[in-house]
């Protein structure tokens, strides 16, 4: 099992839809968690952080369940410029751990017209 | 302006010649490290560095060497670069690891190796 699993998509999703992405973690001791948005072989840019039960901002909704070690991402009234491959970090804690950052694959979003 | 500057943005180079990718930020972070993104095989960390003098491998360190002499560079250094290290490379830091601050990321750099 990877340590940081997100379905890879692609999601199609038609302006205006709401969308919902997963992503699992197998660390328990990971304390904070991120969302990235990435475009097109560009950096990742941070979209989100989850360090309690959730986050709001906007139209982008982040949910943390630390008991079923699963964070969403909750996307409203989806526009056109949304579409993008979503990342899932995970940073590592624990003994020999701590400072190892992990990606999940990234989950592709695109938005139609 | 708060960034992570990465230089080159692109490099085309042959097996064996010595190269040194720079990696500076200018937001007194703690924390730095180095990806490489390969399709199908997503993000994965090569080294960090926890503060000045402190690194440690990542999950791919093979074939690479880092520095961390001052807080605010941490260049990488392929010694023998092999076609297998053609790449994205991308550097980021963080204020300090763990914590819920994000991580900020470079621009990206394109290595072939030839």
């Known amino acids: 099992r990877k340590e940081v699993e997100q379905d890879p998509g692609p999601f199609n999703v038609p302006e205006g839809a709401t969308v919902a992405f997963n992503c699992t973690y197998s660390?328990?001791?990971?304390?904070?968690f991120f969302w990235y948005r990435q475009d097109c072989r560009k950096e990742p840019k941070l979209l989100m952080s989850?360090?309690?039960s959730g986050n709001e901002d906007g139209r982008f909704t982040a949910q943390l369940n630390r008991a079923s070690q699963y964070i969403s991402l909750l996307i409203r009234d989806s526009k056109l410029s949304d579409s993008a491959t979503y990342l899932c970090v995970v940073p590592r804690m624990g003994s020999g751990n701590t400072g190892k950052l992990i990606f999940g694959q990234g989950t592709t979003l695109q938005v139609k017209p | 302006e708060a960034q992570v500057t990465q230089n080159p943005r692109y490099l085309i180079t042959v097996t064996g010649k010595k190269l040194t990718v720079t990696c500076s930020q200018n937001?007194?972070?703690?924390?730095m490290s180095w990806y490489r993104q390969d399709p199908g095989l997503g993000l994965r960390q090569i080294y960090y560095s926890m503060n000045v003098e402190v690194t440690d491998k990542g999950d791919v360190p093979e074939g690479y060497k880092v520095s961390r002499k001052e807080k605010r560079n941490f260049p990488l250094i392929l010694e023998s670069p092999s076609p297998n290290q053609t790449s994205l490379y991308f550097c980021?830091?963080?204020?300090?690891?763990?914590?819920?601050?994000?991580?900020?990321f470079g621009s990206g750099t394109r290595l072939t190796v030839v």
């Open positions: 980021a830091s963080s204020p300090k690891y763990g914590g819920p601050y994000g991580y900020t």
């Open positions: 937001m007194n972070h703690e924390y």
């Open positions: 989850v360090y309690s």
């Open positions: 660390n328990s001791a990971s304390q904070s």
